[in-house]
């Protein structure tokens, strides 16, 4: 599918029920995560630039994320979205500039972030990646990101009211959707999903309510972030400890999936 049919696609997308997203961090791994029926593809920033040798935050420069982003989507039938941290830039301008590489590169929709900066910042970034897109007869879903959970940026009993002004703030730019990663709590889920105006995603928490729950709540995306990744990179160090340690090859085989399975996976792509 085209660009902005990907665009589409993906939008459509948060008006069925809960997006799940079990987020990726290079070709193979996106390849198999869609095999298995996801319906969206999403990279996580963490597993993306660790998979480079980069620490997550901003580190990666934008022409290797745009290069692993055109391996990913080379192999998609789906749409992608694309982790981008706070836009790799403090200036607007740039960070449309490196979003517009994004698209390009294949990505339908993007993940950009407040972090602990004034939310005005954020609301011009989408304000000029708009525009750009309009000049350019694009279009990209924009998920705004706001870490007053995650961050702390509120007391614990404004931030509902925080993450609400900062929603519509972020809504009134161009938003087409919010990612408030942290909150828990499922009547704080409620109020911030009915208050938003816009397709609320919350990240995976050890004690975030059940996704038919969530659902429920009103959340419409759900992702796992940097959790697959982490997961992946303790059974790898797990798997080698052993072997480091005995040289023994069956640990090494007995949950491995067939050469020839994941071999196929790529085939035509």
């Known amino acids: 599918m ?17 997006l799940l997203l079990a987020n990726v961090w290079d070709a193979g791994t996106a390849r198999l995560v869609e095999s298995l029926g996801a319906k969206a593809i999403a990279t996580t920033s963490a597993g993306v630039a660790w ?3 980069y620490p997550d935050g901003d580190a990666l420069p934008i022409a290797k994320l745009a290069d692993a982003v055109a391996g990913i989507s080379r ?14 830039s403090d200036n607007p301008a740039t960070v ?12 339908a929709g993007i993940n950009l ?13 989408i304000e000029r990646i708009k525009s750009a897109c ?5 279009d990209v879903f924009v998920n705004a990101r706001t870490d007053v959970y995650l961050a702390g940026l509120a007391p614990e009993g404004r931030r509902v009211e925080e993450t609400l002004a900062r929603a519509k703030r972020y809504r009134d730019a161009g938003a087409d959707g919010l990612f408030v990663p942290g909150v828990v709590d499922g009547e704080q889920i409620r109020a911030i999903a009915a208050g938003a105006g816009l397709p609320l995603n919350v990240l995976v928490r050890p004690n975030l309510p059940p996704a038919a729950e969530l659902e429920r709540l009103g959340v419409r995306r759900l992702s796992a972030g940097s959790a697959t990744t982490s997961s992946a990179y303790a059974r790898l160090a797990a798997l080698t400890r052993g072997f480091l340690a005995t040289g023994a090859s069956a640990p090494l085989t007995e949950d491995a999936m ?3 399975d994941i071999n ?4 035509g792509r």
């Not at 192999?75 to 790799?88: A, F």
């Not at 196929?264 to 085939?267: D, K, S, Y």
């Open 2 to 18: 085209s660009g902005n049919e990907a665009t589409a696609a993906l939008r459509q997308l948060h008006q069925q029920g809960l």
């Open 51 to 53: 998979s480079l040798g």
């Open 75 to 88: 192999v998609l039938r789906v749409p992608l979205t694309v982790d981008s941290e706070s836009g790799y």
């Open 96 to 107: 449309a500039d490196n979003i517009a590489r994004l698209i390009d590169a294949g990505a």
């Open 113 to 125: 972030e407040d972090g602990d900066r004034d939310p005005a910042l954020l609301c011009a970034k």
């Open 134 to 138: 309009a000049r350019m007869g694009t």
């Open 258 to 260: 067939g050469y020839s």
């Open 264 to 267: 196929a996976l790529f085939a």
